[in-house]
């Protein structure tokens, strides 16, 4: 597998309102984007630092992904992402090395980025994302 840097870093939260203001207020940080993905039952908040951004994901759904982590984990830390070119052949190395994916082939994600997901039983009980922005 080949990365190109940390693109962002998923945080779950309750309450999206309150995380904005503590992120802004607190941390001086600007929200610059929020969006729903529909597809998959979350509402996302966007800031950035240097290179990288914070994802704060609110689920719109108890049932979708999200709701269902922070039921059974409570808030925080949801995942990782890393930025890659070739999201396809990336999938594939990962395939190769006996990686369990969750997404076997790319999907549209927040801010127009193809994503996909390795399952965090093969990545040390860290759910980890591929994002490629596509041209």
Known sequence: MQLNYIEHIGIAVKDMDAAIK???ETLGLTCYSIEEVAEQ???TA???IGQ???ELLQST???GPVGKFIEKKGEGIHHIAFAVNDIEAQLEDASSKSIQLIDAVPR???E???IAFLHPKSTFGVLTELCEKKS
Do not use: H, M, Q
């Open 112 to 114: 127009g980025l193809d």
């Open 41 to 43: 039952k979350v509402k």
């Open 61 to 63: 759904s108890p049932d």
């Open 46 to 48: 966007f800031f950035k």
């Open 22 to 24: 503590f992120y802004e």
């Open 52 to 54: 990288t951004k914070i």
């Open 108 to 110: 549209k994600g927040a």
